[in-house]
């Protein structure tokens, strides 16, 4: 189903990053960076956690205490003009447009309202300020920066009924009905327009004015055809209910449709069977010339070859997954990539037809990203998705999880808490890391976690939590139950709970930060379609044995440089093969964004843990004992018998970042092998006194997952201990096959037929199958996939080729349980002069590079320094290495925009 106001949303997104027309702050104003304390209360949406449901309860705040922000909405406007009269000439522009269109009577409360600072308007006509009508005072709660109102015949015909709860503008599209003006600022703002029944009008807001005619034209025309197309809106009501507190609204699949049965798929147990029998048919044959070589010379010592073959089976399943992978890709079935199965969804479900639609929060961890440039343009996209779940009956709620707010300078923060107030969204920051109190004004506080986007997540869904506890106190419930409790009194409990709880530790709040049924996790440089709340959560709730649905991602591009773009290229590879295994029967990934989480279940799973700076125990959810957080509550689920899902059925529509630089792509597969390890091995040290295999592992091993899964996802492991020996066996291949080439043992295989392998199966037969499959898949022709796919083989070449020693330095420093730490992933790119770039390579790279120059400089006195017996001149040692030297010193050079633009 398309959104009313796709086209004109959509229009607006291409320019996002390039400018912002936000408020601008006065540096000369106070700065007062803690909840406001004596203000007006903000107003919560109840969502799942309220007892209250009323038609126009709301998810914002209303009030405040910061100070005003100006305007900047008029940069290109005629310059010489003052604010003041820019704003009087827009303001008089729209309503002449108004007039124009006859969407006003001139009678009192109808007109234009632009903001100029926090409270005050701009009017037109000017007698709005004074005609006693309330609009302009329920705009100024509102807090919204371009309001606008239309009274036509259409509309009052469509308000005459008496109390309706809403309008239906489209199919399975609807606009809310308040009862009066005073309802207004408690209406769910994120639909950005409301019905007033006893003023027979309409109410218009947008975050920019010009917006304001565009979006009034559309639901002018789309009320006129709905009365032109559908029947009356009174003959849509419930005669069994003429209160119609259970009225549904028009569903766009067929009432006596159901959900249909999904089925186990079992294609991939039969790719890890076949994967098993490849491994063991290879491993086979080398036991095999060791038993015909013991039956020739005698020589039992070969069977200590038995101690290699664990690490053999694990470091080759990968190799034989994709080669039996890709041969399914060619030959096999593509048709199961369309079908809902038990783990995986190529079709969206049947959308819920419910008057009461549950309550989603969608959560956004940040750091000190840039407001402008990545978060605000998230932060919109998922503005736009919410307005479309609040006009298909839902509510939702934006909880920004703010790491960043209270180590950026003063005026970034205050920057940062006008824009979420203005845009109703709530957020919690807690304190810096002040482990000692160094800090002044600070409280002591430890940020847990060598990646510290678990802590902040749970610290901040901890202060959710509280002010929920909170609200559940006797003294509230009695007067709920006594049915005299409103939601004027839920509000102010709330902003007293809230008011309470962020006095102690150091906590930053603001706004609804209450969790509802479900939660929608991104990242901050994120894009979600319009339309996909409603498809989650239908289908979250058909399937109650679904804790994690994982939408497939496609990739958002913020530069031009040849890296981001083949690092793109890389990342719609990998989620092609996820969809492509999973449709097949594999376990679905959970990859910490763009999934939507079953409240109840991560509750269910909660665990208690002590704090030593709050000196009390306290309940978390997230693991922050290691970088893999997003596998270890996925494991925890499953363990308690729930399933993850992916799905595939928004395409593209889920957009996330993806690496700018080399420095941070090599920072993410180093958090990705250090987490590996962190999954399996306990550092050396504690080898002793715990063992060498983590309890996390045994208790992966031991649970309930299919033992296909359990295969797939050790395979998966094991690339990264693949990849990160590669440097040190080839330099040990060098020198055992440089002097004993003629006398190793036939179980021995040279770097080299490792090497030519991998060529086939990886980069020749991986490229060729990709094509075929997406072809097969109606994604492209065959041609144009070829051209792609092999377009991008000399950068991937390099960059796999150039990882090892990295990845190597990551399960090191993992294994002496040495500190290793990263920080957030760069969201802009940063244009560095050529002679700047090179001492950041020297720095970042330097022991890299002194390793190559010594491996090379060994490798030329081995061919000509050494005694002729001992000079090691033949291509099959030689080459590999070569290889391996070349593509970790080009990787810092070639694949870095800044050095290969020579730019100074």
Known sequence: MQNLFTSSRESERSSETATDQENDVDPDDHFEPVQRRDSQPSIPDSGSNSSLNFPFSSSRSTYSTRSPS??????????????????????????????????TTCAPGEGVLLKT???????????????????????SQLNVKAAMTIKTKVIELLLSDGEIPFVQINEGLRLQVIPDMVALPYCQKHQSAAFVLDAKMLVIWEDQPYRLLQRASEIDDALFKMICQGPP?????????????????????????EEEKRLLILWGPFFCASTLLLVLAAIGGG??????????DGGFMRLLFILIIIPQLWLSLFFFRALVGNLAQIFGCVGHMKLNTKVFSGKAPLRLCASELPHITIQMPIFKENLKTVIAPTLRSLKDAISTYEMQGGSANIFVNDDGMQIISDEDAKERQTWFDENNIGWVARPPHNPDGKIENKPVHIRRGKFKKASNMNYAMRVSTDVERELLQSRYQRQREDGNWSQQQENDAYSAALAELIDQNGTWADGNIRIGDYILIVDSDTRVPLDCLLEAVSEMEYCRDVAILQFASGVMNVTRSFFERGITFFTNLIY???KFSVSKGDIAPFVGHNAVLRWSALQEIGYMTEEEFMAKLVEKYWSEETVSEDFDIALRLQTNGYIIRLAAYQGDGFKEGVSLTVYDELNRWEKYAYGCNELIFYPLKYWIRRGPVTSLFVRFISSGIPL??????????????????AWLLTVSNYFVLGWYSGTLDHYYMDNFKAYFSIVCVFTALGNVALAFMRYRNNEGSLYSNLVLNFKWIPLLVVFL??????????????MMDWNMSWGATAKEIDTI????????????FKWMFVWCLATATAMVYCAYGLDPIWQIRTFSPIYPLSCVLVSHFLLPIVLNPNLMRFTW
């Open 70 to 103: 100006v305007l900047t909405d008029f940069h290109n406007a005629t310059p010489g003009l003052s604010a003041e009269a820019k704003f009087s000439m827009t303001a008089n522009f729209i309503h002449s447009k108004q007039e124009e269109k006859m969407w």
């Open 833 to 844: 002069p050529f002679f700047a770039e090179i001492p950041l390579v020297l720095r970042r």
């Open 801 to 814: 080729g150039g990882v090892s020693f990295h990845i190597s330095h990551a399960l090191i420093w993992h």
């Open 233 to 257: 809106l009174n003959e849509q009501l419930d005669s069994d209910d003429p209160q119609n507190t259970s009225l549904h609204w028009q569903s766009t699949q067929d009432e006596d449709e």
């Open 287 to 296: 036991w095999r010339e060791i038993s015909i070589e013991i039956s020739t």
């Open 117 to 139: 600072s926090r409270g005050s308007y701009i009017t037109c006509p000017e007698t709005l300020r004074y005609d006693g009508s309330m609009t302009i005072e329920a705009v």
């Open 708 to 725: 296909p899964s359990k295969i797939t996802i050790v395979a998966y492991i094991g690339t990264y201990y693949a990849l990160g020996s």
């Open 576 to 578: 092609t093969q996820i």
